[in-house]
């Protein structure tokens, strides 16, 4: 029953270092969804993908990239880490149809503190 | 476009008192509207939804939103607070047109005192 996992769960980076966070689902879901979460700002769009092989920006896109190659995973990546990427990052998926709308199923979370 | 605001980014309560967290949305056309919850170190999780039909809606652990489209409102609501809701609270909502999107409100947290 594992539902929406990601990993690491806690990174420490230098800035410009470069890392990737991986989230996997198990639920056939097609789509997934990175936010970040900040004190205050709730969560984020950062990236989002309606299906393998696609994706599209969300609300704060510049400094990551992502990738959906398999319908179960989706990664996302920061190729020269800033200290403004601290944050706690959440991974989720849903099978959105309009019979069916809306529930996120969501990760527990990566925290990532940028030095 | 979508936006969700929440009025109040703490609120405490004695246990056993009411809850009322409040939520406001625009909207070009009637949303979706959803609360979630996130327990600490936790990610979140769905309380409750509306997408259609009855406009009060009920949810996990007691906790209950009424749609008020001329208010454009979902305020959620509990009769009487327990230890264990205490928990940040999340406002969402995506537009019918465009599944693609959630919105998430700021958050509010709830305390609740013994």
């Known amino acids: 029953n594992a539902g929406v996992t990601q990993t690491p769960k806690f990174r420490v980076l230098k800035t410009g270092q470069s890392m990737t966070l991986l989230c996997a689902q198990d639920?056939?879901?097609?789509?997934m969804y990175w936010y970040r979460q900040d004190p205050g700002m709730g969560l984020r769009l950062i990236h989002y993908s309606v299906g393998e092989g696609t994706t599209a920006k969300g609300e704060v896109p510049d400094g990551y990239n992502v990738s959906r190659l398999k319908k179960q995973n989706f990664l996302l990546g920061l190729e020269s880490a800033a200290p403004s990427q601290t944050s706690v990052y959440f991974c989720?998926?849903?099978?959105?149809?309009?019979?069916?709308?809306?529930?996120?199923?969501f990760g527990e979370g990566s925290r990532l503190t940028v030095l | 476009a979508q936006s969700v605001t929440q009025l109040g980014s703490h609120v405490s309560v004695s246990e056993g008192a009411l809850v009322l967290l409040r939520c406001n949305y625009s909207s070009s056309v009637p949303p979706y509207l959803f609360w979630y919850v996130q327990y600490p170190n936790q990610g979140l999780q769905l309380l409750l939804k509306y997408t259609t039909g009855a406009t009060l809606v009920k949810g996990i652990n007691g906790f209950e939103a009424e749609f008020k489209k001329s208010e454009t409102s979902f305020h959620l609501t509990k009769p009487s607070a327990h230890m264990s809701d205490a928990a940040e609270y999340f406002c969402?909502?995506?537009?019918?047109?465009?599944?693609?999107?959630?919105?998430f409100g700021s958050g509010t947290k709830l305390n609740v005192k013994p």
């Open positions: 639920m056939n879901h097609e789509y």
């Open positions: 969402a909502v995506i537009s019918p047109e465009n599944f693609n999107k959630f919105y």
């Open positions: 989720a998926s849903s099978l959105l149809t309009r019979a069916n709308t809306g529930e996120l199923f």
